[in-house]
C-alpha cells in the first residue's frame, strides 16, 4: 500500500511554454506529460542551496523514472552569465543532470509558475493538478512520500550519498550568511586587516558593478571573515577563456585539509569558468576564521556562500 499523504490541490501545471530551450529532452508540454506524476524543480546552476537538493531530485529521477515519475529542471539564472546556454549546458554535464532541462533565461516559465524561490519543487499528479510544493533545502522525506502517494507505489525511500558540493550544510556550526559583493546587493564590506564576522574587504585594484566585485588590473585581495564548515566563492575570469590563477590562506596560512575541492593542500587553484568554487572544507573545530583569496590577474567575484 502506498503511504497515505494529504495532497490538497493547489492549482495547475502551468505551461513551459517561455522555455527558450531544452537540454536532455525534445520540449515538453503538460498536455504530453498527462498521465505522469511530474516534478518540477527550478534551480542555477550556481545555488549551493539547490546543490545540496540535487542528490535526491537525482535519485528520485532514477528510481521512479520507469514508475511514471517525470522530473523537469526549469534553470532560470541568477546571475547574467547563467543566461549563457553554454555555461548551462557545461554545468548539466558537470554535475550529472539528466532529466529534462527546460533553458529560462527570461524567466518566462518562473513567471508562469509565480515562483520566487531557488530551489523550488512543484509535484504534479497525473491529471496536472499541482499537489504539493516545497521551497528550499531538507524536507525530502515528505517530497518522496507525497511522490510515492501520487504514483500509488511504496517502498523504502531512496537513499543517498551526497558528495562535494551536494553534502548537506553543517547547521549547527553555520553562521555565516550568503553574502552579494556587487554594489546592488553588497553589504558588510569592512577595512582589509581588521575584520569582524561576516565582514569582508578587498585590496587593489578592485570596482564594484552591480552585480559583482572586479579585480580590474594587477595582483589583489579579497579577504572574509567567516564561520562554517565550507566556504564557497561564485567567480570567474574578466574574459572568457582566460585561466586566472589564485591561492587561498586561511588565518595566513596554507589550508592544507580544510581545503575545498577547487583547491588543493597549499591553497592553490585556477579559475576558468565563471561558477561555484569549493575553497574551504574544514574537517575539525570550525571557529572564527580569515579567509584570504589572492588573484593574479582580472577577476569577478560575485557571492559567497556557506555551508
Same mark, same amino acid.
Given at each position: 500500500m502506498a503511504t497515505?499523504?494529504?495532497?490538497?490541490?493547489?492549482?495547475?501545471?502551468?505551461?513551459?511554454?517561455?522555455?527558450?530551450?531544452?537540454?536532455?529532452?525534445?520540449p515538453l508540454a503538460p498536455e504530453e506529460l498527462r498521465g505522469k506524476v511530474v516534478l518540477v524543480d527550478f534551480w542555477t546552476y550556481t545555488c549551493i542551496n539547490w546543490l545540496r537538493t540535487l542528490a535526491w531530485v537525482r535519485a528520485w529521477s532514477d528510481r521512479y523514472g520507469d514508475q511514471g515519475l517525470v522530473v523537469? +529542471?526549469? $534553470?532560470t539564472p541568477e546571475?547574467?552569465?547563467?543566461?549563457?546556454? =553554454?555555461?548551462v549546458t557545461r554545468a548539466v554535464a558537470d554535475m550529472d543532470v539528466r532529466y529534462p532541462v527546460a533553458l529560462d533565461p527570461d524567466y518566462a516559465v518562473w513567471d508562469a509558475f509565480a515562483n520566487?524561490?531557488? !530551489?523550488?519543487?512543484?509535484?504534479?499528479?497525473?491529471?496536472? /493538478?499541482?499537489? #504539493? #510544493?516545497h521551497f528550499g533545502e531538507g524536507a525530502y522525506d515528505e517530497q518522496e512520500h507525497a511522490i510515492q502517494s501520487l504514483l500509488g507505489v &511504496?517502498?523504502?525511500?531512496?537513499?543517498? *550519498?551526497?558528495?562535494?558540493?551536494?553534502?548537506?550544510?553543517?547547521?549547527?556550526?553555520l553562521d555565516s !550568511? *550568503?553574502?552579494?559583493? +556587487?554594489?546592488? /546587493? +553588497?553589504?558588510?564590506?569592512? !577595512?582589509?586587516?581588521?575584520?569582524?564576522?561576516n565582514q569582508w574587504s578587498l585590496e587593489g585594484d578592485w570596482s564594484e558593478e552591480p552585480r559583482a566585485a572586479v579585480l580590474e588590473s594587477g595582483e589583489g585581495r579579497l579577504s572574509f571573515r567567516f564561520h562554517a564548515r565550507d566556504a564557497h566563492l561564485v567567480m570567474g575570469p574578466r574574459e572568457?577563456?582566460?585561466?586566472?590563477?589564485?591561492?587561498?590562506?586561511?588565518? @595566513?596560512?596554507? !589550508?592544507? &585539509?580544510? #581545503? @575545498?575541492? =577547487?583547491?588543493d593542500a597549499d591553497g592553490r587553484g585556477t579559475v576558468s569558468e565563471q561558477r561555484? $568554487?569549493?575553497?574551504?572544507? /574544514?574537517?575539525?573545530?570550525? *571557529?572564527?576564521?580569515?579567509?584570504?583569496?589572492?588573484?593574479?590577474?582580472?577577476?569577478?567575484?560575485?557571492?559567497?556562500t556557506f555551508g
Open positions: 497515505e499523504v494529504d495532497l490538497p490541490v493547489e492549482g495547475r501545471l502551468a505551461s513551459f511554454d517561455g522555455a527558450a530551450g531544452w537540454l536532455n529532452s525534445p523537469v +529542471g526549469v $534553470h546571475f547574467p552569465f547563467e543566461r549563457d546556454a =553554454d555555461n520566487r524561490y531557488w !530551489p523550488a519543487a512543484y509535484i504534479a499528479d497525473a491529471e496536472g /493538478q499541482i499537489r #504539493h #510544493h &511504496d517502498g523504502e525511500l531512496v537513499s543517498v *550519498e551526497p558528495a562535494g558540493f551536494e553534502v548537506q550544510a553543517d547547521w549547527a556550526n !550568511p *550568503e553574502t552579494y559583493l +556587487g554594489s546592488e /546587493q +553588497g553589504v558588510n564590506r569592512g !577595512p582589509p586587516g581588521d575584520l569582524s564576522l572568457r577563456g582566460v585561466e586566472v590563477p589564485f591561492r587561498v590562506l586561511v588565518d @595566513g596560512e596554507a !589550508p592544507g &585539509d580544510a #581545503h @575545498g575541492g =577547487d583547491v561555484l $568554487h569549493q575553497l574551504i572544507r /574544514q574537517p575539525g573545530p570550525i *571557529e572564527d576564521r580569515t579567509l584570504e583569496l589572492d588573484f593574479l590577474a582580472p577577476v569577478e567575484a560575485y557571492c559567497f
